[in-house]
């Protein structure tokens, strides 16, 4: 199996805050991690693709310094969102590379919500 | 710029009938799609993908059929159940690139 876990599931914060997202490969090593977003009624947006042990590589218009990513080891990425506004309210999703069959190689987690108020 | 495009936002098929979802996209450097289905507050589940180098992949009920001329694919789920209510995502990704591009979704509401 590929099993990826997402923790929180859900939280609220205050403007200003910064909240943690952690994505976890239960049941195999995951060299690269993938963060997406999802704003209602739209696709799931790519924002980086994080790398066991180097940095992340960000897609275009995505800030850095806004969504700091760690991928300390071959099972766990966390997404810091930092200083959050309400505009970063959204459907953060993560998903584990696992290369092997060429159709399924990205296993996604459950998604994580975050209301900044 | 939206490489992948999946034009109806929303099908409503009575049970038992074929559902029909349509994915079309842009880039000719695209070689693999797959869709995905979702369901609220979850994450993407993987569902059948196929390869530029078929023109139709099928897996029980679901069948995905591609057409590289019209940059077009399409999932047919036959025969529809309840169950597979739930927003249906096309994905591409291509070459050495193990990034996927998503569409928009398909909310897909079957009725008893």
């Known amino acids: 199996g590929a099993v990826v876990s997402q923790h929180p599931s859900r939280v609220i914060c205050k403007s200003g805050t910064s909240v943690k997202i952690e994505c976890r490969s239960l049941?195999?090593?995951?060299?690269?991690m993938f963060w997406y977003r999802q704003f209602p009624k739209k696709s799931l947006m790519l924002m980086a693709t994080s790398n066991e042990g180097s940095k992340a590589t960000y897609e275009q218009g995505v800030e850095k310094d806004k969504f700091l990513i760690n991928h300390a080891s071959l099972t766990l990425s966390t997404l810091t969102v930092t200083s959050a506004h309400p505009e970063d309210s959204s459907f953060y999703i993560c998903?584990?590379?696992?290369?092997?069959?060429?159709?399924?190689?990205?296993?996604f987690g459950p998604g994580t919500r975050l209301l900044v108020l | 710029d939206q490489q992948v495009k999946q034009n109806s936002p929303s099908l409503s098929v009575q049970e038992g009938r074929i559902s029909i979802l349509n994915c079309d996209y842009t880039n000719s450097m695209f070689d693999y799609f797959l869709w995905y289905k979702k369901y609220p507050a979850e994450g993407p589940t993987f569902l059948i993908s196929i390869s530029s180098i078929k023109d139709k992949n099928e897996d029980g009920r679901f069948t995905v059929f591609l057409n590289k001329s019209a940059k077009h694919l399409s999932l047919h789920i036959v025969p529809s159940q309840p169950g597979d209510s739930a927003v249906y995502f096309c994905?591409?990704?291509?070459?050495?690139?193990?990034?996927?591009?998503f569409g928009k979704g398909t909310l897909l509401t079957v009725n008893p």
């Open positions: 994905a591409a990704k291509g070459g050495s690139n193990y990034k996927l591009t």
């Open positions: 998903s584990a590379f696992k290369p092997g069959l060429a159709d399924q190689d990205q296993y």
């Open positions: 049941d195999f090593q995951a060299t690269t």
